[in-house]
Structure formats: C-alpha cells, structure tokens
C-alpha cells in the first residue's frame, strides 16, 4: 500500500526554521518526483518544492533562497527546510509523489500519491 506520512510541522515565530519530513511506504521514493505543496483555508494548493528522480530541485518564487529540498534514499524519506518562514506561511503543508510526471509539475492532478498534511505556524 502506497502511503506518505508526514511529520515536522509546529509553531514556529516568524523568522524561524522548521524542516518538514515525508517517509514513504510501500513504494521507493528513489524512481518518483516529489512535490511539495501548501494549503491556507479558503486557498487553492500551491506548489511550494520539487525534487525530480533524476536530481533536479525548483521552488517557488516565494521561497527561493529560504528552503531547501532533499532526499534521503536510504530512509526512503523527503525533506523540506523551511528557513526565515513568515507569517503568510502558515499552512498545511503536504507532500505528493508520482512515478511518471511529465509536463509541468506545479499541478496538483500531476501527482497520483499525497500525504495528510502537516500544519505549520509562523507567529509570535
């Protein structure tokens, strides 16, 4: 069974660092683009990271030099630090794989597989 679970979410204060963890089970995340997402009430899904099978990493213009996206194939596990974060980045925060991406992969429908989110504050 295909499952991604993921953890590190919390209040953090503006100007703080969180790192986001998504393990995956029942599948290798080795052959699959990831993709990371987040989502405010009311708001449409957004594509915050993107690791693809074959190394390449893209942010989101909001958060280019902030986080950073990594793999640790041994732990079949995905990483996202979050640094300086902001208030207006208080969101659930999901991870998403996808064996066969192609195209654009800032779409939500791009991805087959999604975790249940983990929810992260930035205030004081």
């Known amino acids: 069974q295909v499952q991604l679970v993921e953890s590190g979410g919390g209040l953090v204060q503006p100007g ?28 449409e ?15 989101a213009d909001s958060v280019k030099g902030r986080f950073t996206i990594s793999r640790d194939n041994a732990k079949n ?16 925060y999901y991870c998403a794989a996808d064996p066969n991406l192609y195209g654009s992969h800032w779409p939500t429908v791009a991805y087959d597989y999604w975790g249940q989110g983990t929810q992260v504050t930035v205030s004081t």
């Open 16 to 43: 703080g660092s969180l790192r986001l963890s998504c393990a995956a089970s029942g599948f290798t995340l080795d052959y699959y683009a990831i993709g990371w997402f987040r989502q405010a009430p009311g708001k």
């Open 77 to 92: 596990t995905v990483y996202l630090q979050m640094n300086s974060l902001k208030p207006e980045e208080t969101d659930v």
């Open 45 to 59: 899904r957004e594509g915050v990271s993107f690791s693809s099978s074959d190394g390449r990493t893209d942010y």
